[in-house]
């Protein structure tokens, strides 16, 4: 099994979801962001600053496709079960994820959209309802995801979402929304393997 996590728009959040699916899902992970996740999943990570492709069914295998470059991406995307495509709301991140998505899908498998950071106050606002709907028009699976504490905790402890609330009743109280979302996008990850 073999999941990417890639959009050319930096920082918004594919190392930090990679991290937690891949842990989540006991899977290897692949990056070449090495600062903090060679100290919090030791033997599980491999910093490569050049891609190959691992066709060997029974290694699973997530990939955080930041900082490299396209022409390297592009056959670990065709060998992936699911490519997930993490952007924020702001006009440059839609942008170069519509952008993104049209690149790759001709050759990809399934691709879904995570729309992270959300906040619960912007959502009736003109230019969230705009940014969705072009989203939507891109016809693929689309994912929110609210802004949470748990997500930078995750790289600082090194401790996933769902390990930081089986720790912690009332991190699991406070986040429960959050947590919902993250399930959900865990399950769709899961079904499309
Ligand atoms: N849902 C969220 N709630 C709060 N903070 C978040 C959320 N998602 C990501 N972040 C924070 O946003 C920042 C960027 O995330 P991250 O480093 O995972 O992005 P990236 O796409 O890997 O960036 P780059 O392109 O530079 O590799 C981090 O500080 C992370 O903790
Ligand atoms: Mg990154």
Redesign the pocket.
């Given at each position: 099994m073999r999941i990417a996590f890639f959009n050319t728009k930096?920082?918004?959040?594919?190392?930090?979801?990679a991290f937690n699916v891949a842990k989540d899902l006991n899977m290897f992970l692949i990056t070449n962001?090495g600062s903090t996740l060679e100290n919090i999943y030791h033997n599980k990570v491999k910093i490569v600053k050049e891609l190959e492709v691992y066709d060997d069914s029974k290694v699973n295998i997530v990939y955080d496709l930041?900082?490299y470059l396209f022409s390297d991406v592009t056959k670990v995307l065709e060998y992936s079960h699911i490519v997930v495509i993490?952007t924020t709301l702001d006009p440059d991140a839609i942008t170069k994820t519509i952008r993104t998505v049209q690149k790759i899908e001709s050759y990809c498998g399934k691709i879904i959209i995570v729309v992270?950071?959300t906040e619960s106050q912007t959502k009736s606002k003109s230019h969230y309802i705009k940014s969705i709907a072009q989203l939507k028009e891109l016809g693929k699976e689309l994912f929110m995801?609210?802004?949470?504490e748990l997500?930078?905790n995750s790289?600082f402890q090194g401790e996933t979402i769902l390990e930081q609330i089986s720790t912690n009743p009332l991190t699991k109280r406070s986040a429960t929304n959050f947590v919902m979302e993250y399930q959900n996008i865990l399950y769709s990850i899961q079904k499309g393997t």
């Open positions: 930096g920082g918004t959040g594919k190392t930090t979801l962001d930041g900082n993490p992270n950071r995801l609210r802004k949470s997500m930078p790289m």
